[in-house]
């Protein structure tokens, strides 16, 4: 069997799939008047109460200038927040506005039945399936 092959296939298939959820995402964000990487921000934000654009940058591959320019419309939003750090005022941290907290939360809920209904079209079998293909390549990556 040709291993360099078989890459190739996951590799693509791979680009496939994160295509097409990509897409169904967007169709979330875009009903709630959110940009996917606007998305991506604020679903970080709301696992941390605050986080410096650095590590945000970081966490989502993307430059610090990018994400400073999503985080400068996400504040004009009233969304998030930036919030000086006061033991060293050079650092400067981003947290979600607690009005807009409430927000994402039915935002969240809105993304969570995307994902449910397109997972609710498969069987048992096929989720089985799945989630063990999604361990193993996580694994595989992890390594």
Known sequence: MDNSNDSTKVANLFQEVMILYKQRMSKVFEDSGITPPQGMVLGILSQ???IKVTELSSKL??????VSGIVDRLEKQEMV??????KDRRVVYVSMTPNFKEKFIFFRKDLLLSIENVINKGTSNDLEEIFKGLNTLKKLLSD
């Open 48 to 50: 941390k109460n605050k």
């Open 61 to 66: 591959g993307l430059s610090n200038s990018t």
């Open 81 to 86: 927040e930036r919030v000086r750090s006061e």
